[in-house]
Structures are given as structure tokens and as C-alpha cells.
């Protein structure tokens, strides 16, 4: 029986720009990356053309089956990223991870393919401060039908730049330490934190991608999601989205809002028409800069967002003008306030987005969508209402929702 390649792809066209095909990749180089490792599994696939034109009789299903490991006759298989003739964005999974990490990786990575990538093949791309083992990379590649692509980063985004006193940030790491500061006595923390804020964009690996997914081990996805997120974010230029908002500890970031206070005296070009500093701040939409950050931010362990607006003017310079104060290595700057400050300010708020449609867990804080009648009477979710944490008072939706276009959801 032979095995028809797919043969048809989605029409452009009817996308009807060049910008589409500027920003997306055809399907056709990561469906091949799924047929090397179909036939390497000798799996019998019916192309998908046929799936998609019809294979409707039981006739039909006899004329593909095929004999199985077992020697029974088995009706066509197929994998849905492959029936999915959609274009894909150029995107991928990025996760920064330790060797150490595989085990909270495995259900992590098996959520987010069950949930979605199954019927999208997006690849995943793994980076580490130290090469990855071998077990890792084996333990990895058991978990993705998908790519996967292993990259270490470079010494000069994981190491102290010249204008570091080192025993200055040696010092600051033992006071925060014996302040029960959550990090505050790691090293490594820092230069995860700084490798975040600055430098992943940057990466050989990601260069040739317009938009990441972020994942964490231990984290959860519980609803499905039977939508690109990443065409979700092309359709309505949107270059930000998060699922969960919380509050800093203000201990790790005493100098933070000043420093950024500095710099946008410095650059009132940078800040957004529309922007979103009610979400940061609390006097108003028209606030002035002058009251206190309240410490809001996007919880960065989730993010889907436009790896050109980090590469733009304005975050390079506002992550340049941060790092050479020191703040990452002698107070202990997440990249979470970070991304979350500069998207704030330099974005209009029409450009960021709250993914209330994915349920999602990091250790600390579960986001569940509101709406009983859409997502869960409908069979999508795991989760219950309930069991969000939107409206915990140390989570940050109420002030998300006050100054977001799209406002509270309905729960009904
Ligand atoms: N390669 C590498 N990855 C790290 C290191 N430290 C943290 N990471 C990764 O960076 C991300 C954030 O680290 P986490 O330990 O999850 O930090 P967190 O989310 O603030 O804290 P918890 O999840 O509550 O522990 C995760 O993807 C980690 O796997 C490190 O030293 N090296
Ligand atoms: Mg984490």
C-alpha cells in the first residue's frame, strides 16, 4: 500500500497579503520534520489530503488499513499537526532549562502537545547555561512528535559584565539571604533572570522566529486549545500575552521604578500613545509617573509574545540602561517586572493580551477561565471557575482588567 505525500497546502491567497507570508512559514518544512519521524517509527500514515477531502465509507477505511505490529488490520493513522494544512507562524516553544529539569518537564511538555501541539507540530527549543546531557536530550525527544533543538548560551549572557563589583553583589546576595529574600542568597537565579530579561531574543536559535512560547517545568495547561495562539497574535497585532498577573516582591526590586522613572525622562519618545500604565501604576489611565510602581506584573513563566518587540529600540535600550546599573546582580531584578514594566509602557494597551481562555498552573497560582458556559459546559477545561486565583488580592487582574480594552470576562 503506498503512501501518498501530502500534496496541497492551504492557499495564501485567501490570507490575501504578503505581510502574511513575511510573518508565517508555510506548513511544508516542519510537516517534513514530522515524516522523518513517522517513518522512523514505521508508522502507516493516509496522507492528509485524503483525511481532508474525505475517506468516508468503510470501504475507504479497509482500502488504507494496514497491517499493524501485531499482524491485525488497523484503520489509518494519522497525526493531526499534519491534517492541519493552516500556515504556521514562525514560533516555537522556548524553554530554559537545567539537565536537572527533565522530570518537571515531562508532564509539563505532555500538557502543552496534548492541549495543542498535537494539532499544530510547533518545535521546542530547549537552552542551558551548560551543554544538555544526553539523558536529557533522550528524555526530551520521548515527550514531542514535534522538532526539538538543543542550544547552549553564550558565556557573555550568563556571566558578570566588566562594571560588576563582584564582591559588592556577593555582599547584597548575603543580606537578601539572611532577609529570607526568595533567591535572594543565588547566583544562578541572577543570571537565569538577566539571561531572560536580555538576551533570549538574541540566541542563534531563536533568530529566525517572530514569536515564543514560554514554558516552565511544573507547570500545567488545562483546557484545550484548538486555536494558533501565535495567528491569534499576528490577526490582531498583539506582541504580549500572559494567562496570570501577580505582584513582586518589593524586596528584590527596591530600585527598579526609580532606575525606570530615570530612563523615561530620558526617553518620553519610548512611551506607547495608549499605553498600559494603569495596569503599573494606580493614579488612572493619565497618571503621571510620579506614585509608586505597585509592583503588577505579568507572570513571565507563560508568555506568547513578538520577539521583534524586545529586538525594537526601545526594550534594548531601556534593558541596557537596567543592566549597566547593576540592579540584576545587587538587588535581584526578575525578568518578570521587567518585561512587564517595558511592555506596559511601550506598548499601547490594545498590543498586550490575557490568554482568559488558557487554563494554566506554575507552582503558587492557577488561572482557570471564568466562563462556565464556553469552557466548561463545553468540555474543554480540567480545571474549575473556582479554582482561579484571578480574584486572589495578591494577583493583579483587577488592575489588568481596569485598564485593558477588553475588561472583566463574563462568567456567564
Ligand atoms: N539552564 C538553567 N536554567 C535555569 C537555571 N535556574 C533556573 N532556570 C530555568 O529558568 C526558569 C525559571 O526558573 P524557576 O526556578 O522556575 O524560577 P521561578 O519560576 O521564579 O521559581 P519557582 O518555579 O517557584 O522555583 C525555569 O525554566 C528554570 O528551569 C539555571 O541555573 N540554569
Ligand atoms: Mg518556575
Partial sequence: MSVLLISTYMSLSSWGSEQ????????????????AKLSASGAHRVPAKTFMDGL???EDVRKYAHVGFDGNLYPPTFYPAEVNKLPRARAAFLVLARN????DLRETMRAVEDRFNRKFGYP????????????????????TRAKVEFGVIPKEHWSYPDHIDQVHAAAQREMLEENDVIYGGSESYRHMCRFNSGFFYDHPLTQNLDYYWRVEPETRLYCDIDYDPFL???LNNKKYGFTITIQEFEETIPTLWPKTRDFIADHPEYIAKDDARWFITDDGPDGSFDQDYNLCHFWSNFEIADLNFFRGKAYRDYFEFLDKDGGFFYER???APVHSIAASLFLNRSELHHFEDIGYFHPGATHCPANKRLFHDTGKCLCKPDESDDLDEYLCMRQWWRTSIEGEPKRD
Fill in 124 to 143: 521546542w527549543i530547549f537552552l542551558n547555561n551548560e551543554p544538555f546531557d544526553d539523558d536529557f536530550k533522550n528524555e526530551i525527544k520521548r515527550w
Fill in 56 to 58: 468516508h465509507t468503510l
Fill in 100 to 103: 536537572s529539569d527533565a522530570d
Fill in 20 to 35: 502574511l507570508r513575511s510573518h508565517l512559514s508555510s506548513f511544508s518544512s516542519q510537516a517534513g520534520q514530522h515524516d
Fill in 333 to 335: 531584578w526578575g525578568d
Fill in 232 to 234: 491569534f497574535m499576528y
